[in-house]
């Protein structure tokens, strides 16, 4: 019985064009077609997934889930009617702790909002967590994370592909099967 030694190829496209243009050398090196996973924002899932047919497409949320923006803004409405009550008593003190509050919040949510969470999702798809870190460091500059997950035999023609230079942090990741 022999086990399959599979190994997972990946970079950061740094446009659309990168990204079409790896598809088409994976595809003249013979990878079979859903080979192909890309990460990519929210906003350009479609995108993505209309150029590149035979890819897999997953989107890397960055925002807020509708429960935590409900959390958030209970919060933010529980401050309020503190900061309420405070200037009931003394007023510079209210409208300082709603001006504070309202500052904190608006950077926050810009700061939650520029990074999207790729490592996560990476050690989540069972890649070590040194690639995924890097990964996620070159992501906000790009566009999209392309991953190729290849047999032994198409490692070097996956690995050439992906040796390109509008695509950064190349990296691969020898992935065994757990017994």
Request: hydrophobic content about 50%.
């Amino acid at each position: 019985m022999s086990i399959s030694r599979y190994h997972t190829v990946g970079a950061v496209a740094r446009d659309l064009r990168a990204l079409k243009e790896l598809d088409e050398r994976l595809e003249d090196a013979g990878v079979p077609p859903g080979s192909l996973l890309v990460l990519a924002r929210r906003r350009d899932e479609r995108l993505v997934s209309v150029t590149l047919a035979d890819a897999r497409v997953r989107s890397v949320g960055g925002g807020l889930s509708r429960l935590q923006w409900f959390e958030f803004a209970s919060a933010f409405l529980g401050v309020t009617a503190v900061s309420v009550l405070m200037g009931a008593v003394h007023l510079v003190t209210g409208l300082t702790v709603q001006a504070v509050m309202t500052l904190a919040a608006i950077i926050g949510l810009v700061l939650y909002h520029r990074r999207p969470r790729v490592e996560k999702e990476l050690v989540g798809l069972g890649l070590p967590e040194r690639p995924a870190g890097e990964w996620a460091e070159a992501f906000p500059d790009g566009f999209a994370l392309a991953l190729a997950t290849v047999t032994a035999d198409l490692f070097d023609e996956t690995q050439d592909a992906f040796l390109d230079k509008d695509l950064e942090a190349p990296l691969a990741v020898d992935r065994r099967p757990v017994l």
